[in-house]
T-cell receptor, first 111, second 115 residues
Framework: SQQGEEDPQALSIQEGENATMNCSYK?????LQWYRQNSGRGLVHLIL?????REKHSGRLRVTLDTSKKSSSLLITASRAADTASYFC???????????FGQGTTLQVKP | DGGITQSPKYLFRKEGQNVTLSCEQN?????MYWYRQDPGQGLRLIYY???????QKGDIAEGYSVSREKKESFPLTVTSAQKNPTAFYLC??????????????FGDGTRLSIL
């Protein structure tokens, strides 16, 4: 079952601009994770935010979590052409380590 | 370097044929997962294993089988009962314990197509 819904499905911006992606989910979670996927490759973990955290930073990435609205956002600042990829949110809700992924946002950064 | 290796990168299946996708990890992770990804879609869980000699069905297990005889290996067999096997298959592993929340580490996938 797909828990995460991501918005927008596709995003095209110029290099140097900021990119914001949103994720909504349906049930209570332990943590929410963001992953990146380059075309034809596996997923790479970007950042994990726990249910008791509201904001987290890692380099040019900023993630927020609002558990009352069951939503999260990923902000990439000062985007680069190399940031072109698909970005997925995934929720961890149980004790099995299973993740439920959203459909992803495809980001294109034009040089 | 530690990581997850999936092979082959591309695989073709004939009608009525079973095929096996390999997944090996040297990260010493207890948990391993198989996902299916269709074009433009997110990942859907096929099977997962939290410990050697034990595995559980995910959301779309029909037509697939797995084994976990060794910690390092979690092969996935796509059987002839899976009528629409064309997809990108991703294997992942995860460290268990160590507090709340560990990320999953992914291989580079196997693309399976029907001949």
């Amino acid at each position: 079952s797909q828990q995460g819904e991501e918005d927008p499905q596709a995003l095209s911006i110029q290099e140097g601009e900021n990119a914001t992606m949103n994720c909504s989910y349906k049930t209570s979670i332990n943590n929410l994770q963001w992953y990146r996927q380059n075309s034809g490759r596996g997923l790479v973990h970007l950042i994990l935010i726990r249910s008791n955290e509201r904001e987290k930073h890692s380099g040019r990435l900023r993630v927020t979590l609002d558990t009352s609205k069951k939503s999260s956002s990923l902000l990439i600042t000062a985007s680069r052409a190399a940031d072109t990829a698909s970005y997925f949110c995934a929720t961890d809700a149980g004790n099995t380590g299973k993740l439920i992924f959203g459909q992803g946002t495809t980001l294109q950064v034009k040089p | 370097d530690g990581g997850i290796t999936q092979s082959p990168k591309y695989l073709f299946r004939k009608e009525g044929q079973n095929v096996t996708l390999s997944c090996e990890q040297n990260l010493n992770h207890d948990a391993m997962y198989w996902y299916r990804q269709d074009p433009g879609q997110g990942l859907r869980l096929i099977y997962y294993s939290q410990i050697v000699n034990d595995f559980q069905k995910g959301d779309i297990a029909e037509g697939y089988s797995v084994s976990r005889e060794k910690k390092e290996s979690f092969p996935l067999t796509v059987t002839s009962a899976q009528k629409n096997p064309t997809a990108f298959y991703l294997c992942a592993s995860k460290k268990t314990g160590g507090g709340s929340g560990q990320p999953q580490h992914f291989g580079d996938g196997t693309r399976l197509s029907i001949l």
